[in-house]
């Protein structure tokens, strides 16, 4: 199957997981880091779950419990219970994940995260395992320095971007900056901004 990769903002917005184990751990991590208000319903909560900053909603799951919101994600072990949950959630127009099965309405990548900067890695659902194995693989090479680069580039975007006038002039702009030269060495983040202070003066732009 064929997904459609995207970003949500989940910023304050309502997200539900019916689940209280590590797999509900694993994924109310996720909708944490990207500042999701999360309500998580589950008869029988982990430990790790409870230290969390989440509404816990201590009872077995009905439909009654979940109102609405952004993202459901149904990730009980029992996979009627799973099915049921998908069913209620779509009937109140959640986006809806089940663990583990691809008829979800979105899945879940294996992810790097390194500040602004996330690298999402997915087999379509196919095989989780892989996606894990990848980014083990990966993590190494994208180092906190991947961050502090979005940062910097971020910082003078603000400012150059208005000096732009078209879309195609910011493509020229940033491509002729965003060069593999400036990454030869990772951690010398002085040398990405004396190139886009150079490029800066290049095309007569101020800061």
């Not at 689940?19 to 994924?27: E, L, Q």
């Not at 910097?152 to 030269?181: C, D, G, M, N």
Request: with cysteine.
């Amino acid at each position: 199957m064929n997904f459609y990769p995207v970003n949500i903002n989940l910023q304050n917005k309502k997200c539900v997981v019916v689940g209280g184990g590590k797999i509900a751990h694993d994924k109310i991590i996720g909708l944490l880091e990207a500042g999701a208000q999360v309500d998580v319903i589950a008869p029988e909560i982990c430990p790790e779950i409870e230290r969390l900053d989440v509404n816990l909603i201590r009872e077995n799951y009905s439909a009654e419990k979940i109102s609405s919101g952004v993202i459901l994600i149904a990730a009980t072990n029992d996979h009627d219970l799973n099915q049921r949950i998908a069913q209620d959630g779509r009937a109140k127009h959640f986006l809806v994940n089940i663990v583990d099965d691809i008829s979800s309405d979105f899945i879940v990548p294996s992810r790097i995260r390194r500040g602004d900067f996330l690298l999402a890695i997915s087999t379509g659902g196919s095989s989780p395992a892989f996606s894990r194995f990848v980014r083990t693989m990966l993590e190494g090479e994208f180092d906190s320095n991947f961050g502090a680069a979005v940062e910097i580039i971020s910082k003078y975007r603000a400012e150059i971007q208005p000096q732009l006038p078209t879309h195609q002039a910011r493509i020229k702009f940033w491509r002729e900056v965003l060069t593999p030269e400036i990454w030869q060495k990772r951690g010398d983040l002085k040398n990405l901004e004396a190139k886009i202070k150079n490029a800066v003066t290049s095309a007569g732009l101020k800061l």
